[in-house]
T-cell receptor, first 114, second 114 residues
Framework: ETGVTQTPRHLVMGMTNKKSLKCEQH?????MYWYKQSAKKPLELMFV???????ENNSVPSRFSPECPNSSHLFLHLHTLQPEDSALYLC?????????????FGQGTRLTVV | SQQGEEDPQALSIQEGENATMNCSYK?????LQWYRQNSGRGLVHLIL?????REKHSGRLRVTLDTSKKSSSLLITASRAADTASYFC??????????????FGKGITLSVRP
């Protein structure tokens, strides 16, 4: 248990569905992240939030919509996804977005788009 | 790209042997971190070595950093079957302002045979 909780752990959705991934951290951190992990590829940083404000969007398609209502919660809203979006989506948090801080990851949501 | 690139991609050893994994990167960094991931789970932080450090130990882990060669190695001594996992190096490099960015490699799959 790393203090970062993601729900659901598994999600199967059709291409016309709308779903949301949730992440909650109990560590008092100020920064939260969404990563996408696909087989045989490096971990891809999608979004960064610092003190609830989005500081980075790594050219992510608009069918992925993040929301950060407070420093402890992060959502990823999904709509009209494609099969190639199937992957493990990982949420992480860190004390800050400054240097020399480690990231704490959730267990991930395994997403399958059919 | 300044992402870490791990070598080898896969490693299979006998229990009790040592495992050595390497990481190379391309640009200046604040620190380099190693993470572990069990199948289908989140990443767990193992160790962080700062750019002004050359070697660091944590239990059975030994990490070295050579900034002149832009490379790092992770040594796991007296390996156990439970060490079977994927291992990632991540480079922490400064962005504009006070922020930095953690960039991950593709990972090394370590299998430890009982």
């Amino acid at each position: 248990e790393t203090g970062v909780t993601q729900t659901p752990r598994h999600l199967v959705m059709g291409m016309t569905n709308k779903k949301s991934l949730k992440c909650e951290q109990h560590l008092g951190h100020n920064a939260m992240y969404w990563y996408k992990q696909s087989a045989k590829k490096p971990l891809e940083l999608m979004f960064v939030y610092n003190f609830k404000e989005q500081t980075e969007n790594n050219s992510v398609p608009s069918r992925f919509s993040p929301e950060c209502p407070n420093s402890s919660h992060l959502f990823l809203h999904l709509h009209t996804l494609q099969p190639e979006d199937s992957a493990l989506y990982l949420c992480a948090s860190s004390q800050s977005t400054g240097p020399n801080t480690e990231a704490f990851f959730g267990q991930g949501t395994r997403l399958t788009v059919v | 790209s300044q992402q870490g690139e791990e070598d080898p991609q896969a490693l299979s050893i006998q229990e009790g042997e040592n495992a050595t994994m390497n990481c190379s990167y391309k640009t200046s960094i604040n620190n380099l971190q190693w993470y572990r991931q069990n199948s289908g789970r989140g990443l767990v932080h193992l160790i962080l070595i700062r750019s002004n450090e050359r070697e660091k130990h944590s239990g059975r882990l030994r990490v070295t950093l050579d900034t002149s060669k832009k490379s790092s190695s992770l040594l796991i001594t007296a390996s156990r079957a439970a060490d079977t996992a994927s291992y990632f190096c991540a480079t922490d490099a400064s962005l504009s302002g006070a922020n930095s960015k953690l960039t991950f490699g593709k990972g090394i799959t370590l299998s430890v045979r009982p």
